[in-house]
C-alpha cells in the first residue's frame, strides 16, 4: 500500500505561483511513477505531469508546458508541482498518484484525497 498526501492548494490571482507538494509513504514507494492529475467541476480527470522516483523522468500535459516543473524528493519522499504563471483554467483539484510513468489514471493504482487550486481573473 502507497499513501499519498497533498499540500499546498489555494487561492491565487492569474499570473501567480502556487506551489504542491505530495508526501509519500508504504512499502516500495520509490518502484512507482508519481503523476498529479487535476480535475474541475463537470469535467473529466486530466493528467497534468508525472516523473520516476529513479532516474527522474518527466511528463507533462501540453496545456501546462513551459509553466509547470514536477520534482522529487528522494530523500524526503515528496514530490512537488510548481506552478507558474496560474490561468483561471488551471482551477481544480489537483491529485496525487503513483502508479507507472503514464498520463491515464487508470495506469495509476494510488490516489491522495486532493488539493483545491483556485486561480482568479
Known amino acids: 500500500q502507497v499513501q499519498l498526501v497533498e499540500s499546498g492548494g489555494g487561492l491565487v490571482q492569474a499570473g501567480g505561483s502556487l506551489r504542491l507538494s505530495c508526501a509519500a509513504s508504504?512499502?516500495?514507494?520509490?518502484?512507482?511513477?508519481m503523476g498529479w492529475f487535476r480535475q474541475a467541476p463537470g469535467k473529466e480527470r486530466e493528467f497534468v505531469a508525472a516523473i520516476r522516483w529513479r532516474g527522474g523522468s518527466t511528463a507533462y500535459a501540453d496545456s501546462v508546458k513551459g509553466r509547470f516543473t514536477i520534482s522529487r524528493d528522494n530523500a524526503k519522499n515528496t514530490v512537488d508541482l510548481q506552478m507558474n504563471s496560474l490561468k483561471p483554467e488551471d482551477t481544480a483539484v489537483y491529485y496525487c498518484a503513483a502508479g507507472i510513468l503514464s498520463s491515464q489514471p487508470n495506469d495509476f493504482g494510488f490516489w491522495g484525497q486532493g488539493t483545491q487550486v483556485t486561480v482568479s481573473s
Open positions: 508504504g512499502r516500495a514507494v520509490s518502484s512507482y511513477a
